[in-house]
């Protein structure tokens, strides 16, 4: 089931459901009270939420808007095309006790009134083994843009591996996980292309984001899903837990 909250996407076949009041548990994630178009060179911020047990994971990303056709397209229709790109990428890689919930996203440049998030929540359990590994062990494959320089490519870390993920008698991914491992990278580093009536869409390209200069920011189409565990502390029985934000509940 997919809610999304915003009330132009409220009809019945959608499965959509509406929040008409919101009090955020954490100031950093509000709530989006309108539904704006994604005109060409916005920057789109794209947080995925999953959680196993207290843990929250947030693998952040970003895209840009390469073109615009007609008025274009809707962050909600971003959102929801995203979530079907990649939600059937991240549960092969979550373990069975571990959830996908949703995501966020906002309009991060050029600054304006639309830096609030928008929410899609879409929860669904990993489809992986049923035993987990230490919570700070992570899938990890590498952004690549083409260009040289560390500015130009980056990393992103998968949550929550399964035992049944372990190569025996190696501490490195087995060849299944591999293989749905590079199947997200894929799923992440290609454009994403969504309308909302016909000759009225929008085409976005994922982007290594520069936050001290957003114009140097550079378009990444390239993944290379790494045959060796990372770990990511923060994910960890000792690390800071992260709480799922009130909309994605």
Known sequence: MVSLDVASHASPEHHTTIRSIYTPLDARYPLMSADPFVLTNDILELNVYCVNDEQVSINRLHYIATSINGSGGTLSGFLSTVNAALKPNYLPVLSSLSQYVGMSARIIYPLNHKTYYLWL??????????????????GMFTKQSGLSGPS???????PFPS???????????NAGYMVNLGSLAG???????????????????????HRSLPTSSVIWGNATAKHKWATHRSRGDYGRSNVIPDALI
């Open 121 to 138: 929540k879409s929860k669904a359990m990993g489809s992986g083994g049923a035993i987990l590994m230490p919570r700070q062990t992570c």
């Open 152 to 158: 130009k490519r980056g990393r992103v870390y998968v």
């Open 163 to 173: 035992t049944a993920d372990q190569q025996g008698g190696i501490d490195s991914p």
């Open 187 to 209: 799923a992440m580093s290609g454009p994403q292309f969504w309308s909302i009536t016909v000759g009225n869409n929008t085409s976005a390209s994922p982007l290594i984001y």
